[in-house]
């Protein structure tokens, strides 16, 4: 995808994201145990204000949050800091350099891909805290979060910062997983200590985990209800596919 595609998603569910969240601040997030939709709305707002500034400093501030933040009023803070944010992408070019933890992405594009990815999956949280339909997820974007999460938040957490999955990953046996929708396609594989992701569906794999763009997105960053019928299907031993959605979890917490 296109940065100018990224930033035409980024308006649209940042335009969602607001008018939902206004519907009912008090409401609970129960894809976000312990959050409201208040207090979903000020993590946005924050998470917005830090990249701006990781791009205009060229590197991410700490210690972060600001204690002055905390009493800033939600939906003045998102305002806020979207704006500051979108000012800040039109300042630069894609490659300019920013400060982010993945070490391959130290761009503005990579904070601008980022934050239109964030944005669709906490407005899908806003969505589910107040009871509001889910909007579809645009196929292209879908596809783009899968590819992000596998690589950027799983494979590259486990290979630096491996003492937080050594647990999970200790008594692999080696399981092949392929992850698969329509436009993309993704071979997982672990072991001790190990998790790598390439292009294409494995040869010959352990667990396969198949569905609609939009659904598969969800399912792998947990944004399902109970009970929610969402069309992905998990084909293979329980026990296969109990490691991958731990180091799932850890990666994005």
Do not use: N
Not at 67 to 78: K, S, T, Y
Not at 99 to 104: C, L, M, T, V
Not at 109 to 133: K, N, S
Not at 218 to 243: I, Q, Y
Request: hydrophobic content about 45%; charged content about 20%; aromatic content about 8%.
């Amino acid at each position: 995808m296109e940065p100018s595609r990224f930033l035409g998603c980024l308006t649209d569910d940042f335009a969602r994201l607001r008018a939902v969240a206004s519907i009912d601040p008090t409401a609970a997030v129960p894809s976000c145990p312990g959050w409201s939709v208040a207090d979903l709305t000020h993590h946005v707002g924050e998470v917005y204000l830090h990249k701006t500034l990781a791009i205009r400093e060229g590197a991410e501030p700490e210690p972060w949050p600001p204690a002055d933040l905390a009493a800033e009023e939600p939906m003045a803070l998102l305002d806020r800091a979207y704006a500051g944010l979108l000012a800040e992408f039109a300042a630069h070019e894609p490659q300019d350099r920013a400060g982010s933890w993945y070490a391959p992405g130290q761009t503005v594009g990579f904070w601008i891909r980022r934050m239109a990815q964030e944005t669709v999956i906490h407005r899908i949280d806003a969505e589910l805290g107040v009871g509001a339909p889910v909007a579809p997820v645009p196929d292209d974007l879908a596809v783009d979060g899968i590819d992000e999460l596998l690589k950027v938040f799983v494979e590259y957490s486990v290979a630096e910062w491996a003492s937080a999955f050594s647990e999970i990953l200790a008594d692999s046996p080696g399981w092949t997983y392929t992850v698969r929708t329509d436009g993309g396609a993704w071979s997982v594989r672990t072991g001790p200590g190990l998790l790598r992701v390439t292009d294409g569906a494995a040869d010959a794999a352990d667990v396969t985990v198949s569905g609609p763009p939009t659904a598969l997105l969800r399912w792998l960053w947990g944004r399902e209800l109970a009970g929610e019928t969402s069309g992905v299907t998990v084909d293979g031993p329980p026990e296969a596919m109990a490691p991958l959605r731990r180091c799932i979890v850890t990666a994005t917490q």
